[in-house]
């Protein structure tokens, strides 16, 4: 054996004396400690497993709480989330439909009393189209003729709305009815008129005009005879227009010399509104002839659809 062999197992004999291994009996104390405390331990982490696993199953099976709110407290109130549609593909959302008002179509404007349509617009001057055709069966060879005459008969001086004429023109229309064969004298003549009213005022004017026939019952005719006389009349009327006013003029008939007939002459005045617009046909006859209530009315008729195509 070497020498600096030998000197180091001399060191290793002498550490291992002066260390202290302790007795037999304190080593195995200390060793059966040391089991205690590994199966304690072991014993704990199994029982701290066991515990984790219920508190985890209260956890999950356990039905939420209610809490109580107090009342008069607000309840906030869930925003609904965009649809998957529009989150994904950007689509915009259908825009929110406006309610309409019960029984009335959406952008459908009511006109005054319910009607539905437009009440006629103003116009400001009177075109040849205002006026009716005469039909085939009523003319008599002669054009109507535009000339300057009063609309009306005098009604004991009455001045019926002449400063609210905005427009005014007047023809003469001599017509004969149709069983009457063509190359006799006429039937009648007409004083047709349109007028143009301020806005708001023709009412006022067929108003004016039926107080006048009330006031002036009878009045002496112009010219001729100072003892005829006529009797004036207001005469039931509808169906024309938006109004009218329809009255007779009753007097002794005379011939072309002035002659008494020992009949009654009958002339009929119907004035019709239509918007601001009035018309008036006013029936004349023909050489004493008398006023055909049927001519008239069917003539009223036409007159009123010239107006209101005219008017659109």
């Known amino acids: 054996m070497s020498r600096e062999l030998s000197e180091l197992y001399r060191s290793l004999a002498a550490d291992a004396d002066a260390a202290d291994l302790g007795v037999p009996e304190v080593l195995r104390h200390h060793t059966d400690r040391r089991a205690r405390f590994r199966a304690a331990g072991g014993t704990l982490a199994v029982a701290l497993v066991v515990v984790g696993a219920v508190i985890g199953a209260q956890v999950v099976t356990r039905p939420p709480t209610s809490v109580a709110v107090p009342a008069g407290t607000p309840t906030p109130t869930p925003t609904p989330s965009a649809s998957p549609s529009a989150s994904v593909t950007g689509a915009p959302s259908s825009p929110p439909v406006?309610?309409?008002?019960?029984?009335?179509?959406?952008?459908?404007?009511?006109?005054?009393?319910?009607?539905?349509?437009?009440?006629?617009?103003?116009?400001?001057?009177?075109?040849?189209?205002?006026?009716?055709?005469?039909?085939?069966?009523?003319?008599?060879?002669?054009?109507?003729?535009?000339?300057?005459?009063?609309?009306?008969?005098?009604?004991?001086?009455?001045?019926?709305?002449?400063?609210?004429?905005?427009?005014?023109?007047?023809?003469?229309?001599?017509?004969?009815?149709?069983?009457?064969?063509?190359?006799?004298?006429?039937?009648?003549?007409?004083?047709?008129?349109?007028?143009?009213?301020?806005?708001?005022?023709?009412?006022?004017?067929?108003?004016?005009?039926?107080?006048?026939?009330?006031?002036?019952?009878?009045?002496?005719?112009?010219?001729?005879?100072?003892?005829?006389?006529?009797?004036?009349?207001?005469?039931?009327?509808?169906?024309?227009?938006?109004?009218?006013?329809?009255?007779?003029?009753?007097?002794?008939?005379?011939?072309?010399?002035g002659d008494p007939t020992g009949v009654q002459d009958v002339r009929l005045v119907r004035a019709i509104r239509v918007g601001d617009v009035v018309t008036i046909l006013w029936e004349q006859g023909w050489e004493g002839t008398s006023s055909q209530r049927a001519q008239v009315d069917a003539d009223g008729r036409r007159a009123v659809t010239a107006i209101r195509r005219w008017l659109g």
């Open 98 to 257: 406006s309610p309409t008002t019960p029984g009335r179509s959406p952008g459908t404007s009511t006109a005054p009393g319910g009607t539905g349509t437009q009440p006629p617009r103003t116009p400001t001057s009177i075109p040849d189209r205002a006026f009716f055709a005469v039909p085939s069966a009523n003319q008599t060879g002669t054009a109507p003729q535009f000339r300057d005459e009063a609309v009306l008969p005098g009604l004991c001086g009455a001045d019926i709305g002449s400063e609210a004429v905005v427009d005014r023109r007047t023809r003469l229309l001599i017509y004969k009815l149709p069983q009457t064969p063509k190359g006799y004298v006429p039937d009648g003549t007409y004083t047709h008129s349109i007028t143009i009213y301020r806005a708001g005022r023709a009412d006022d004017v067929l108003d004016e005009l039926r107080q006048a026939v009330r006031d002036c019952p009878e009045q002496k005719l112009p010219g001729g005879d100072t003892a005829v006389r006529s009797r004036q009349r207001l005469l039931p009327d509808s169906g024309f227009g938006d109004e009218s006013v329809l009255f007779e003029m009753r007097s002794a008939g005379q011939d072309v010399n």
